[in-house]
């Protein structure tokens, strides 16, 4: 366990103690009450545990204390129904009693959570998207920041060698190829002298000459530097049936692919299978390239024409710059010899660097020399630092890997959602800062912004990890570029922006990525590229390896929010309709001095499993709405129970009650005597008629009003008969035929509500059940009352929302000068969609005011302007 890979696995398998630490002096010495302190902790932490409101994501832990909550609400007022009662205990006056705590219990709830979850996942599958964690479905909707890999996520992953710069020779160029794998399509040129010199004059060069591989052996400079594109190499590149093939990492088929159009493939110099006897180059030994060394050496040698010895041994070695030209101490001329590299040398190196990747070229570094040590019976012995020593600088390669077509609206889209993209890559800083700009994760001209911001948005590893977290922390914004990235880079530009109070998601592949991701907020792994030890750390997988199917999980996890606040919203409210209804319904006591029951018990568990259990599952499938992503992410603090929410709980469940009681009092002592019969609670008589007739309205009309609220839940704020943004052709009639088309959008939903309607019938209708099961009787003109308190329940609803509706409008005129509904910045240009202004995050809480100050900036993909 004391390997790099031993300490990633004990990191990912640490599990905290459940048992708290005594708090001890400075000496190890504690006092008795700080025992007893511990104890206590333990203990709570042991019942919070099993009550469920301190583990578990953060949706369950309100859950669970909702549960709680309600559980004490049902206690409250089965005990109110007792004391109402002068705490009789007839067996009509319990059952009341239970009937109203059970009134209170979203026994629904739970079930439609969970088939909506895995609904969600099922969703999330066909749109590339695999969910390993159910936590991680409501923590996508509340993403402020995505940390992502460049290559083969925002980038296609299929590299081409545009450039080649061989020392003491000139620099090759590859002209525009749409086959990356087939080494005869695109033309190459050929300049003198580095890649920089514009004036240089470039020379096509015959494809015949290429293939016959005499281009490289004219040149010894030239054969040296192909050497090491070949064999410090592992990719194989193959035509079969003539179709070209290649298999490897794209970094190496891309080199593969270039040495190939010189024909100096790596199965021509090493055999048709590797290190066979068929082969004039043998592999010796091979250091292979990881995240930390961020290069590749490979030892060979070749056979003599007896193939009892080796020729020369050669040490073939590529890699970042920084990590292979510091072990350099030669440069190789035109005649392929070392002479020893002056500064001149090195700047006119880092000067084809700059120049190659200011073009969005990743670029590795090619270095070599003669191994004259004596021979080894056994070179599994040698150590990589015996190799990589006393290099020949050979030249540099220049690797475009185009960005992916939809990377560039993808990140725009984020910007749109107020999410914040960063790109940690392992390349150089001029091609991460090129693909950057391409891709719009950072805006054309820098030299705009504020310089303290403008340096702050594209740093190296090595300056990032430099800085202290305090150091991090004042930053005024953290970088939204990081090159040569390194894994300890990542956690730390995690724990930066969990400082900042930001909700981090993470991409990764390799085995050193696994504590980031398991750091993040929300881990990605990569499906294609990705190790199984990084998917296992992950919460979320793409199975196509796309920046753009991270923005689909984002959309698909705010769905999910809305459509969790729908039904809890739906479920609760009816809840509160039921009780209110019930407590009130106190008042209304017989001949014998008990209370009549306004709804029977198991009317009440038909409207809470049967009626509204389908539309809350239809709620939870409901397609998100259009300005999802134009809105910022939710806070997870105060997830789906917000403000308006409860507010509209409250409203909904009262007015809802308030119309259940009037059609029960206007059915009793309107349209009836006042007669409340005797022992009505328990069976049907004609004196009880009066009351079943009532009971019966009350029903349906209870019934109906938590079937039209799941339509009316569609959308918070936009009216029942116009869910949808009005379009160019727009008219005031649509308003009378419009709900019809928006309520079948949703099928599921649609039929759910159908079936309830014809499910009250067989409750109303079929002797024994109506009268000895559910305590009512059928009506008949009553169907009038139902009609008229269904127009009045939309009223009240329509009436709330409007006035949801210029509220909201004002208040976001107020902030932002300018008039919209869903509370976000109205965007005239996109069709009256809703564009929220993308902040990244403000710098941590410091210092003794605790002042948290807005210093970062602003980013679309045209602009940058600090806060």
Same mark, same amino acid.
């Given at each position: 366990?004391?390997?790099?890979?031993?300490?990633?696995?004990?990191?990912?398998?640490?599990?905290?103690?459940?048992?708290?630490?005594?708090?001890?002096?400075?000496?190890?010495?504690?006092?008795?009450?700080?025992?007893?302190?511990?104890?206590?902790?333990?203990?709570?932490?042991?019942?919070?545990?099993?009550?469920?409101?301190?583990?578990?994501?953060?949706?369950?832990?309100?859950?669970?204390?909702?549960?709680?909550?309600?559980?004490?609400?049902?206690?409250?007022?089965?005990?109110?129904?007792?004391?109402?009662?002068?705490?009789?205990?007839?067996?009509?006056?319990?059952?009341?009693?239970?009937?109203?705590?059970?009134?209170?219990?979203?026994?629904?709830?739970?079930?439609?959570?969970?088939?909506?979850?895995?609904?969600?996942?099922?969703?999330?599958?066909?749109?590339?998207?695999?969910?390993?964690?159910?936590?991680?479905?409501?923590?996508?909707?509340?993403?402020?920041?995505?940390?992502?890999?460049?290559?083969?996520?925002?980038?296609?992953?299929?590299?081409?060698?545009?450039?080649?710069?061989?020392?003491?020779?000139?620099?090759?160029?590859?002209?525009?190829?749409?086959?990356?794998?087939?080494?005869?399509?695109?033309?190459?040129?050929?300049?003198?002298?580095?890649?920089?010199?514009?004036?240089?004059?470039?020379?096509?060069?015959?494809?015949?000459?290429?293939?016959?591989?005499?281009?490289?052996?004219?040149?010894?400079?030239?054969?040296?530097?192909?050497?090491?594109?070949?064999?410090?190499?592992?990719?194989?590149?193959?035509?079969?049936?003539?179709?070209?093939?290649?298999?490897?990492?794209?970094?190496?088929?891309?080199?593969?692919?270039?040495?190939?159009?010189? %024909?100096? %493939?790596?199965?021509?110099?090493?055999?048709?299978?590797?290190?066979?006897?068929?082969?004039?180059?043998?592999?010796?030994?091979?250091?292979?390239?990881?995240?930390?060394?961020?290069?590749?050496?490979?030892?060979?040698?070749?056979?003599?024409?007896?193939?009892?010895?080796?020729?020369?041994?050669?040490?073939?070695?590529?890699?970042?710059?920084?990590?292979?030209?510091?072990?350099?101490?030669?440069?190789?001329?035109?005649?392929?010899?070392?002479?020893?590299?002056?500064?001149?040398?090195?700047?006119?190196?880092?000067?084809?660097?700059?120049?190659?990747?200011?073009?969005?070229?990743?670029?590795?570094?090619?270095?070599?020399?003669?191994?004259?040590?004596?021979?080894?019976?056994?070179?599994?012995?040698?150590?990589?630092?015996?190799?990589?020593?006393?290099?020949?600088?050979?030249?540099?390669?220049?690797?475009?890997?185009?960005?992916?077509?939809?990377?560039?609206?993808?990140?725009?889209?984020?910007?749109?959602?107020?999410?914040?993209?960063?790109?940690?890559?392992?390349?150089?800083?001029?091609?991460?800062?090129?693909?950057?700009?391409?891709?719009?994760?950072?805006?054309?001209?820098?030299?705009?912004?504020?310089?303290?911001?403008?340096?702050?948005?594209?740093?190296?590893?090595?300056?990032?990890?430099?800085?202290?977290?305090?150091?991090?922390?004042?930053?005024?914004?953290?970088?939204?570029?990081?090159?040569?990235?390194?894994?300890?880079?990542?956690?730390?530009?995690?724990?930066?922006?969990?400082?900042?109070?930001?909700?981090?998601?993470?991409?990764?592949?390799?085995?050193?990525?696994?504590?980031?991701?398991?750091?993040?907020?929300?881990?990605?792994?990569?499906?294609?590229?990705?190790?199984?030890?990084?998917?296992?750390?992950?919460?979320?997988?793409?199975?196509?390896?796309?920046?753009?199917?991270?923005?689909?999980?984002?959309?698909?996890?705010?769905?999910?929010?809305?459509?969790?606040?729908?039904?809890?919203?739906?479920?609760?409210?009816?809840?509160?309709?039921?009780?209110?209804?019930?407590?009130?319904?106190?008042?209304?006591?017989?001949?014998?001095?008990?209370?009549?029951?306004?709804?029977?018990?198991?009317?009440?568990?038909?409207?809470?499993?049967?009626?509204?259990?389908?539309?809350?599952?239809?709620?939870?499938?409901?397609?998100?709405?259009?300005?999802?992503?134009?809105?910022?992410?939710?806070?997870?603090?105060?997830?789906?129970?917000?403000?308006?929410?409860?507010?509209?709980?409250?409203?909904?469940?009262?007015?809802?009650?308030?119309?259940?009681?009037?059609?029960?009092?206007?059915?009793?002592?309107?349209?009836?005597?006042?007669?409340?019969?005797?022992?009505?609670?328990?069976?049907?008589?004609?004196?009880?008629?009066?009351?079943?007739?009532?009971?019966?309205?009350?029903?349906?009309?209870?019934?109906?009003?938590?079937?039209?609220?799941?339509?009316?839940?569609?959308?918070?704020?936009?009216?029942?008969?116009?869910?949808?943004?009005?379009?160019?052709?727009?008219?005031?009639?649509?308003?009378?035929?419009?709900?019809?088309?928006?309520?079948?959008?949703?099928?599921?939903?649609?039929?759910?509500?159908?079936?309830?309607?014809?499910?009250?019938?067989?409750?109303?209708?079929?002797?024994?059940?109506?009268?000895?099961?559910?305590?009512?009787?059928?009506?008949?003109?009553?169907?009038?009352?139902?009609?008229?308190?269904?127009?009045?329940?939309?009223?009240?609803?329509?009436?709330?929302?409007?006035?949801?509706?210029?509220?909201?409008?004002?208040?976001?005129?107020?902030?932002?000068?300018?008039?919209?509904?869903?509370?976000?910045?109205?965007?005239?240009?996109?069709?009256?969609?809703? %564009?929220?202004?993308?902040?990244?995050?403000?710098?941590?809480?410091?210092?003794?005011?605790?002042?948290?100050?807005?210093?970062?900036?602003?980013?679309?993909?045209?602009?940058?302007?600090?806060?």
């Amino acid at each position: 366990m004391q390997t790099e890979i031993g300490q990633i696995a004990a990191a990912l398998k640490k599990k905290g103690s459940k048992v708290r630490p005594v708090k001890r002096k400075e000496d190890g010495t504690a006092g008795f009450h700080r025992y007893v302190q511990a104890w206590a902790l333990t203990g709570g932490d042991f019942v919070g545990h099993f009550l469920g409101i301190n583990t578990g994501t953060p949706l369950q832990r309100k859950l669970s204390k909702l549960a709680i909550l309600l559980f004490f609400i049902a206690c409250v007022c089965a005990l109110i129904v007792e004391a109402a009662n002068s705490f009789s205990s007839k067996n009509e006056v319990v059952i009341y009693g239970v009937a109203t705590g059970l009134s209170m219990i979203p026994a629904s709830l739970i079930v439609v959570l969970t088939i909506t979850m895995a609904v969600g996942t099922k969703r999330m599958s066909k749109r590339n998207v695999i969910v390993r964690k159910l936590d991680s479905l409501e923590a996508l909707g509340a993403v402020t920041n995505i940390c992502s890999d460049k290559t083969g996520t925002l980038t296609q992953g299929r590299m081409v060698a545009k450039a080649a710069w061989i020392a003491g020779r000139g620099t090759f160029t590859v002209g525009t190829t749409r086959e990356p794998f087939d080494p005869t399509m695109g033309e190459v040129t050929f300049q003198d002298g580095p890649p920089y010199d514009r004036n240089a004059e470039k020379t096509a060069l015959d494809p015949s000459k290429l293939q016959s591989g005499s281009v490289v052996t004219e040149h010894p400079s030239t054969e040296r530097y192909m050497n090491i594109a070949s064999m410090a190499n592992v990719a194989h590149v193959t035509q079969n049936e003539g179709q070209w093939q290649a298999r490897g990492d794209p970094t190496e088929i891309a080199i593969q692919v270039f040495a190939s159009r010189f %024909n100096w %493939n790596r199965q021509r110099l090493v055999g048709g299978n590797d290190d066979s006897e068929t082969g004039e180059w043998q592999c010796l030994a091979e250091f292979p390239f990881d995240s930390d060394s961020k290069r590749m050496s490979v030892l060979y040698g070749k056979h003599s024409a007896s193939r009892e010895k080796f020729v020369s041994r050669w040490v073939y070695t590529k890699g970042a710059l920084e990590r292979v030209l510091p072990m350099c101490i030669n440069i190789q001329d035109d005649n392929g010899g070392a002479q020893p590299i002056t500064d001149a040398d090195k700047i006119m190196i880092n000067d084809s660097v700059d120049f190659l990747a200011n073009q969005g070229l990743r670029v590795l570094c090619l270095a070599s020399y003669e191994w004259t040590e004596p021979e080894l019976a056994d070179y599994s012995k040698v150590e990589r630092k015996q190799v990589e020593q006393n290099l020949t600088f050979c030249g540099l390669i220049g690797l475009y890997d185009p960005p992916r077509p939809e990377s560039a609206p993808a990140v725009a889209a984020c910007s749109r959602a107020s999410v914040a993209v960063h790109m940690l890559t392992g390349d150089h800083p001029g091609t991460a800062t090129a693909i950057a700009k391409q891709v719009g994760i950072i805006p054309e001209r820098l030299e705009h912004l504020a310089a303290d911001v403008s340096s702050a948005m594209v740093m190296t590893a090595m300056e990032f990890d430099k800085l202290s977290d305090e150091e991090v922390d004042n930053l005024p914004v953290l970088p939204r570029v990081i090159a040569r990235c390194t894994p300890h880079t990542k956690v730390r530009m995690i724990e930066a922006l969990h400082r900042r109070g930001r909700f981090a998601a993470m991409t990764g592949d390799g085995v050193n990525d696994s504590p980031s991701l398991v750091r993040a907020d929300v881990g990605i792994a990569m499906g294609q590229s990705g190790s199984d030890v990084a998917k296992d750390a992950s919460d979320i997988i793409l199975t196509d390896d796309n920046f753009a199917s991270i923005l689909n999980a984002v959309e698909e996890g705010r769905r999910l929010f809305d459509n969790i606040k729908r039904f809890i919203l739906h479920v609760l409210s009816e809840n509160i309709a039921q009780a209110c209804t019930l407590l009130v319904g106190l008042a209304f006591k017989d001949a014998a001095g008990n209370s009549v029951f306004p709804l029977a018990p198991v009317q009440i568990l038909w409207v809470i499993m049967a009626t509204s259990g389908m539309p809350d599952m239809g709620l939870g499938m409901e397609v998100a709405v259009p300005d999802i992503m134009d809105r910022p992410p939710h806070d997870l603090k105060t997830g789906v129970f917000d403000t308006e929410l409860i507010v509209d709980m409250v409203v909904y469940g009262v007015w809802m009650s308030i119309l259940c009681i009037s059609s029960f009092v206007l059915m009793v002592w309107g349209f009836g005597d006042g007669n409340l019969g005797s022992n009505c609670n328990n069976s049907y008589s004609e004196d009880c008629d009066l009351v079943f007739r009532a009971r019966a309205t009350t029903f349906v009309c209870l019934t109906w009003f938590a079937l039209f609220l799941a339509w009316e839940m569609v959308n918070f704020r936009r009216s029942f008969f116009r869910q949808h943004p009005r379009g160019e052709n727009y008219n005031w009639y649509y308003v009378f035929y419009q709900w019809w088309e928006d309520s079948r959008r949703n099928p599921f939903l649609f039929w759910a509500v159908i079936a309830g309607f014809v499910t009250i019938f067989p409750t109303l209708y079929i002797p024994v059940i109506n009268h000895a099961v559910f305590k009512h009787t059928g009506i008949s003109w009553e169907w009038g009352i139902v009609v008229v308190e269904s127009i009045l329940f939309f009223t009240g609803c329509e009436s709330w929302k409007w006035a949801k509706r210029v509220f909201f409008r004002r208040r976001q005129a107020k902030i932002s000068g300018v008039a919209s509904l869903e509370g976000g910045n109205f965007d005239a240009n996109s069709g009256g969609s809703i %564009n929220t202004s993308n902040t990244l995050e403000s710098r941590p809480m410091s210092g003794k005011s605790k002042d948290t100050r807005a210093t970062d900036a602003v980013v679309s993909t045209t602009s940058v302007s600090p806060q």
